[in-house]
C-alpha cells in the first residue's frame, strides 16, 4: 500500500539555520511522483517541486535543495539560511499511474523560523 | 498565468443543511480533484474527474456528490451536514501525461458547520 510518513511533527529554528524535513514513503508502483507543498498561515497549498521515479538527480532551487533516494525511498528537503517567512506547515505526497496520480499526503511538519 | 478559482472562499452552515462547493480548473487542465483537509490534519483525497467522467473515490461520504460539467468546471455537492464535516475543502488540476501530472490548488473553501 501507498503511504508517506513525515516523522517530524514540529521544527524550530533560528533564522540563519538550515533544516532539513524528512519524507519517507511506501509504494508498489514503478512509475510514481513525489512533491513538496508548502502551507503558510493563510492556507493556501503552494507547489515547491515535483520529481518523478525515474528521476533521482538533486536539485536546489534558492536556498532550497532536495535530496531523492530511491534505495532508501526518501525525499528530503533543506532550507539554506531559513527565514521568518518560511515558517509554514510542509506536506511531502505521493502519486502513483496505478493510483490515477491522486496524492498520497504525509502528515505534514511545522516548520517554526524564530527571528 | 490562471489559477484554479474554488468559491465560495468561506462558507458557515447549520448541521443537516447542504452546501455546493465549486472550481474552476486552469484553463486546459482535464482532470481535477477534491480533497478534504480537516483541522490540523493532511489533505485527504475525497473524489476525482477526467475529462468530466469520475476517475477515482477516495474517503467520500455518501452524503457528498460531486461532478464536472461540460466546461470543465466542478461541484461538490454536501448534503446532512455534519460538525465533522468543518474543513478546508481544496480543489486541485493537472494536465496529465507528457509528465504533466503536478496538481495546481485553488485557494481552499473553509466550511464551518455549527
Known amino acids: 500500500a501507498q503511504k508517506v510518513t513525515q516523522a517530524q511533527t514540529e521544527i524550530s529554528v533560528v533564522e540563519k539555520e538550515d533544516v532539513t524535513l524528512d519524507c519517507v514513503y511506501e509504494?508498489?508502483?514503478?512509475?510514481?511522483?513525489l512533491f513538496w507543498y508548502k502551507q503558510p498561515p493563510s492556507g493556501e497549498l503552494v507547489f515547491l517541486i515535483r520529481?518523478?521515479?525515474?528521476?533521482?538527480q538533486n536539485e536546489i532551487s534558492g536556498r532550497y535543495s532536495w535530496n531523492f533516494q530511491k534505495s532508501t525511498s526518501s525525499f528530503n528537503f533543506t532550507i539554506t539560511a531559513s527565514q521568518v517567512v518560511d515558517s509554514a506547515v510542509y506536506f511531502c505526497?505521493?502519486?502513483?499511474?496505478?493510483?490515477?496520480?491522486?496524492?498520497?499526503f504525509g502528515t505534514g511538519t511545522r516548520l517554526k523560523v524564530l527571528a | 498565468a490562471a489559477g484554479v478559482i474554488q468559491s465560495p472562499r468561506h462558507l458557515i452552515k447549520e448541521k443537516r443543511e447542504t452546501a455546493t462547493l465549486k472550481c474552476y480548473p486552469i484553463?486546459?487542465?482535464?482532470?481535477v480533484y477534491w480533497y478534504q483537509q480537516g483541522p490540523g490534519q493532511d489533505p485527504q483525497f475525497l473524489i476525482s474527474?477526467?475529462?468530466?467522467?469520475?476517475?477515482d473515490k477516495g474517503s467520500i461520504p455518501d452524503r457528498f456528490s460531486a461532478q464536472q460539467f461540460s466546461d470543465y468546471h466542478s461541484e461538490l455537492n454536501m448534503s446532512s451536514l455534519e460538525l465533522g464535516d468543518s474543513a478546508l475543502y481544496f480543489c486541485?488540476?493537472?494536465?496529465?501525461?507528457?509528465?504533466?501530472?503536478?496538481?495546481?490548488f485553488g485557494p481552499g473553501t473553509r466550511l464551518l458547520v455549527l
Open positions: 486541485a488540476s493537472s494536465l496529465v501525461g507528457a509528465g504533466k501530472e503536478t496538481q495546481y
Open positions: 509504494t508498489r508502483d514503478t512509475t510514481y511522483y
Open positions: 520529481r518523478n521515479s525515474f528521476d533521482e
Open positions: 505526497a505521493l502519486s502513483e499511474l496505478a493510483g490515477t496520480y491522486k496524492y498520497i
Open positions: 484553463p486546459r487542465h482535464d482532470t
Open positions: 474527474f477526467y475529462e468530466k467522467m469520475q476517475s
